[in-house]
């Protein structure tokens, strides 16, 4: 690819993926509220335009491989119950796809979440019928079907990707491997349910590298799961963070109610593997040993 969109490009994903464009000699406009966290991705291949009315944006026309369409407000528990911040999250999400198309961008990738399939207990064949609990994986399911439907009338290849659980240092949110990570190190013994679930964690750096090979490769029409195809109960994961810090640390799983409304977070991949040749490249413990690395960096700033 040549030239790429990226809406939300400051955002943790957004960051990496605009890193990943600018490592492949791909030019990105990345498209933002305000340009802060960008400022390491700065260089001649990353022109920022500084916009919140994506009617307005004013970028070069003709010339676009693929939008990426990443900005989505309201990511944290409290705002997912949100019903008029995810709503405009839809019609964000319209406008992005209006505006690649004004510009001439010949594929949309839209981003959308585990979050929609939340009743699952298995791994998702994202093809299944979406079953979200909260405004927020609504609102991400509603967008994939509009923007759908609006790439059909617009004669514009559309691919969905449904990331399952995204991990890596320096995301900005408290996960349950950022949680864990950080208390262990501060000497404290982090509290769990049971952990029963089966999940699959992408380490940031794959994540983005699926992403760029859905916009190369990708099959217009299609619903990508973007995972490592691994699954594991919780428990396995949050023990082997502990093991790699110090398998002394106690850990409080079970201390905490079990909170049924939390599911299984897996999806398959193999649709992604066949049509891209997607394989990942960090494992689980490559991608821990950063982050512990990372947080120990931070602790001595602190």
């Known amino acids: 690819m040549e030239r790429v969109v990226i809406t939300g490009a400051n955002g943790f994903i957004g960051r990496h993926l605009v890193r990943e464009m600018a490592r492949q000699g791909t030019e990105v406009t990345a498209v ?26 004013d970028l070069r026309r003709g010339g676009y491989d693929v939008c990426y369409h990443l900005a989505w407000g309201g990511v944290d528990a409290r705002q997912k119950k949100d019903l008029s911040l995810q709503m405009h999250n839809i019609s964000l999400a319209v406008s992005a796809m209006q505006m690649a198309k004004r510009c001439g961008c010949k594929k949309f990738v839209g981003v959308g979440s585990i979050a929609e399939y939340r009743l699952y207990d298995h791994p998702i064949n994202c093809s299944e019928e979406q079953t979200p609990l909260d405004f927020y994986g609504a609102a991400k399911a509603a967008s994939r079907h509009m923007l759908d439907v609006l790439a059909r009338q ?3 290849p559309f691919i969905w990707a449904v990331l399952s659980s995204v991990y890596g240092e320096g995301s900005g949110d408290n996960n349950i491997i950022v949680y864990t990570v950080k208390e262990l190190l501060a000497g404290r013994k982090p509290r769990f349910g ?86 990942p490249e960090v494992s689980f413990e490559d991608g821990i040993r950063k982050m512990i690395d990372f947080y120990k960096t931070v602790g001595k700033r602190q």
């Open 154 to 156: 617009m004669e514009m």
């Open 194 to 279: 049971p952990l029963t679930q089966m999940w699959d964690f992408l380490y940031i750096t794959d994540v983005v590298r699926a992403l760029r090979m859905l916009g190369e490769k990708a099959v217009g029409g299609r619903t990508y799961g973007i995972g490592s195809g691994r699954y594991a109960p919780l428990r396995e994961y949050v023990t082997k963070v502990r093991d790699m810090i110090d398998p002394k640390l106690e850990l409080g799983i079970g201390e905490l109610s079990d909170h049924r409304s939390v599911f299984s977070s897996c999806v398959e991949t193999y649709d992604l593997k066949r049509d891209t040749g997607f394989c």
């Open 32 to 57: 933002v509220r305000n340009k802060k966290g960008l400022d390491d991705c700065a260089d001649g291949r990353v022109v920022i335009v500084e916009t919140a009315d994506y009617e307005r944006a």
